[in-house]
C-alpha cells in the first residue's frame, strides 16, 4: 500500500513558466515532508522540507504548500529553468519516537523545455 | 559542507567476489544510512546506523554486511552477490537529534553495482 502518492509519473513544462508537482499521503501520523531532485546515476539532492505545523515553506524558486486536512502538499518551481528538469520524489517522516525512516514516493519525473 | 562522499563510483563483481563499498561525511552527522535504488523507482532503505551502531536493518539478506567504524565512515560489504542486486547503492546522514524539525537526509553520489 502505498502511502506517500504521486500520481503524475512525468510532467512537460516551458521554461519560465511554474511547474507544480503533487503528492497525497495516507498516514496522518507523518509529520514532515521533503522533496528531493535526482538526475538519473547520482544520488537524490535535498531541495525543500516543511513540518506538519506548518502550511507553507519558501526557498528561492521552490515553495512548498501543505493542505493537512487534504492530506496533500505541491511543490512550485518558478520560473522554471532547463536544469530543472530531474525526476522529482517526495517523501515523509513518520513520527514515531526515534523512527529515521522516510516513506517515498515513486517520484515524478519532471521535463523543463527551452 | 552538506557533502557526502562515496567510492568506488562503479563497481562490477563476479557472483563469487567479495568487495565493499565505502561512504565518508563531515557534517557531524550520527546517523547513516544505506539505500539502494533500481531505475525509475525511490530509494529503498537497507539499513541505518544512529551512534555507530545498527538500529535498523530492513530484512536485508545476509550477502550484505553493513560496518561503521566512526562516526563519519559507513561501509557496507558485498559477498555472493546476485545478479539482480544491481542497482545504485546509497549512502546518506543525518542529524540524530533533530531540532526544529530538521530531518532532511544528505545523500553521496551512489556506487553504480554490476553483478555478473
Known amino acids: 500500500d502505498q502511502q506517500v502518492k504521486q500520481n503524475s509519473p512525468s510532467l512537460s513544462v516551458q521554461e519560465g513558466r511554474i511547474s507544480i508537482l503533487n503528492c497525497d499521503y495516507t498516514?496522518?501520523?507523518?509529520?514532515?515532508f521533503l522533496w528531493y531532485k535526482k538526475y538519473p546515476a547520482e544520488g537524490p539532492t535535498f531541495l525543500i522540507s516543511?513540518?506538519?505545523i506548518k502550511d507553507k515553506n519558501e526557498d528561492g524558486r521552490f515553495t512548498v504548500f501543505l493542505n493537512k486536512s487534504a492530506k496533500h502538499l505541491s511543490l512550485h518551481i518558478v520560473p522554471s529553468q532547463p536544469g530543472d528538469s530531474a525526476v522529482y520524489f517526495c517523501?515523509?517522516?513518520?513520527?514515531?519516537?526515534?523512527?529515521?525512516?522516510?516513506?517515498w514516493g515513486l517520484g515524478t519525473s519532471l521535463a523543463v523545455n527551452p | 559542507d552538506t557533502e557526502v562522499t562515496q567510492t568506488p563510483k562503479h563497481l562490477v563483481m563476479g557472483m563469487t567476489n567479495k568487495k565493499s563499498l565505502k561512504c565518508e561525511q563531515h557534517?557531524?552527522?550520527?546517523?547513516m544510512y544505506w539505500y539502494k535504488q533500481k531505475a525509475k523507482k525511490p530509494p529503498e532503505l537497507m539499513f541505518v546506523?544512529?551512534?555507530?551502531?545498527?538500529?535498523i536493518n530492513e530484512s536485508v539478506p545476509s550477502r550484505f554486511s553493513p560496518e561503521c567504524p566512526n562516526s563519519s565512515l559507513l561501509n557496507l560489504h558485498l559477498h555472493a552477490l546476485q545478479p539482480e542486486d544491481s542497482a545504485l547503492y546509497l549512502c546518506?546522514?543525518?542529524?540524530?537529534?533533530?531540532?526544529?524539525?530538521?530531518?532532511?537526509?544528505?545523500f553521496g553520489p551512489g556506487t553504480r553495482l554490476t553483478v555478473t
Open positions: 516543511i513540518s506538519s
Open positions: 557534517m557531524g552527522h550520527r546517523a
Open positions: 498516514n496522518s501520523m507523518f509529520d514532515y
Open positions: 546506523y544512529s551512534y555507530e551502531k545498527l538500529s
Open positions: 517523501a515523509a517522516r513518520y513520527n514515531a519516537g526515534n523512527n529515521r525512516k522516510l516513506i
Open positions: 546518506a546522514s543525518s542529524q540524530v537529534v533533530v531540532r526544529r524539525g530538521s530531518y532532511e537526509q544528505y
